[in-house]
């Protein structure tokens, strides 16, 4: 028997039954989770708009794109944008939604002035929107235009990364989707020196319209 084969051959003989860890309970509670996760999204450059319902926050939504002067725009599928006609209900605009026919997706994504997007979950604690990938969700929606939206309802706001992994592991125990992507504020980088620079590797701003949905 080989070296390998006596180290193994004693680890079988060592195996013992033994119980799994309870569930992880975060150690981080926040009064408000809505006005945490603004405070941090905001220390980490991101915008925080609060909107009474959905209807507001559309509105608000629109009102970027026209202070931003934008023409092209693509969409992701995830709630609430997979029950939302945002091309029907703003014509003036050239849009795209991830998942739909039609020309190169990445094309498009390249040359948009905006993307927008909803999000899984938001973690308070650090701010940070949680983006599964899919057939209706992309991820050069959010990473390749100037400017990222996200509509984001307060009910998808949550503690802390290991508190929402370990709610999905038990509500969904099928196990983690092929990407997620974590999203805390514009993309930022920086050099040797030390020198900060922002939308280098994704969008240079971040807005989330933050609304209640009951």
């Given amino acids: 028997m080989g070296s390998r084969e006596a180290i193994l051959d004693r680890l079988r003989r060592e195996r013992r039954e033994m119980d799994h860890p309870p569930a992880w309970r975060s150690q981080r509670a926040f009064e408000d989770l809505s006005q945490r996760f603004a405070e941090s999204l905001e220390a980490a450059g991101g915008e925080v708009h609060r909107a009474a319902n959905l209807e507001e926050a559309l509105e608000q939504l629109e009102a970027i794109l026209q202070q931003t002067g934008a023409q092209r725009v693509v969409v992701n599928g995830e709630p609430p944008l997979a ?6 209900r703003w014509p003036a605009y050239e849009w795209r939604r991830a998942g739909d026919a039609g020309d190169d997706l990445r094309a498009f994504c390249a040359g948009a002035d905006v993307g927008v997007s909803g999000a899984d979950v938001a ?9 599964s990938s899919g057939p209706q ?10 400017l990222h939206l996200a ?10 990364l290991f508190t929402w992994v370990a709610q999905r592991q038990r509500d969904e125990p099928g196990g983690m989707p092929a990407n997620v992507t ?20 994704g969008p240079k701003r971040l807005i989330v319209f933050l609304y209640g949905d009951g």
């Fill in 83 to 88: 029950q939302l006609d945002l091309a029907q």
């Fill in 137 to 146: 969700q992309s991820r050069m929606v959010t990473l390749l235009p100037p």
């Fill in 123 to 131: 973690l308070a604690e650090t701010g940070t929107l949680v983006l």
């Fill in 182 to 201: 974590l999203i805390s504020g514009p993309s930022k980088t920086a050099d040797i020196e030390q020198t900060l620079a922002v939308g280098v590797h």
């Fill in 151 to 160: 509509l984001l309802p307060a009910s998808r706001l949550t503690t802390d």
